[in-house]
């Protein structure tokens, strides 16, 4: 196996505990021997459920899809990252872009969450993409190099091997518009020059996931691509049978 190869389900805000428990029970049947890793980002209140299903599965590892900015305290509603570890997930989701726009989450705050995600072991799935008027302003690589150095690069090449990239570019997240695998190969490789600047050849092992309507059908083109590894998929991760055919085209 490639081991840059990952896909990540992103749930988001859908599944009662019960239907997710059905999922993850489909998904344990469904996934045996992937050519790639295999997350899944879960609500919060899935979580202990989900690693306590999957305790037995070799292949799937468990996400929060988001940690607090505060180690603990008076912060009524969050959950620290110190939680997310103690039930069992192995990574964190941080700067998805609804989380940046509905939540106002800056680079600054992320940087906090993602030091705080490591300093409690969990590896982190950085989301990083362009709105549409960003792109049609042509400063999408502006943007990216913007949220990569604000977010992530202050971290030392040790922490940074525990860092998974997102491409994500808005325009594309649950609108059913894909990125064409050319655009995203472009932008993948922009990112891996980037890293290759900062922690040389760290690079080379750096998996960098493609985000936006991803499903059964674009996959397979989209992970042909030489630095595109795998894929963040969002609405095709709560079907069962579209999440394995996603896998199944590593
Ligand atoms: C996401 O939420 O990370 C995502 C890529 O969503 P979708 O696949 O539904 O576009």
Sequence with gaps: MNN???????????????????????????????????????????????????????????????????????????????????????????????????????NAILQEKVNLALENNLKVIFCVGETKEEREANKQEQIVKQQLQEGLFHLSAEQFKQIVIAYEPVWAIGTGLTATPEQAQEMHKYIRELVQEKYGDLAASTTILYGGSCNPKTAPELFSKPDIDGGLIGGASLKAEDFSAIINAQ
């Design 4 to 106: 840059r190869k990952m896909v990540a389900g992103n749930w988001k805000m859908n599944k009662t505990l019960q239907e997710g428990e059905t999922l993850i029970k489909e998904l344990d049947k469904l996934i045996s021997n992937p050519a790639c890793a295999v997350v899944i980002g879960v609500p919060f209140i899935h979580l202990t459920t989900a690693c306590n299903l999957l305790k037995d599965n070799k292949f799937i590892q468990v996400a929060a899809q988001n940690c607090a900015d505060k180690a603990s305290g008076a912060f009524t509603g969050e959950v620290s990252a110190a939680m997310v570890a103690s039930t069992g997930a192995t990574y964190c989701i941080l700067g998805h872009s609804e989380r940046r726009t509905y939540y106002h989450e800056t």
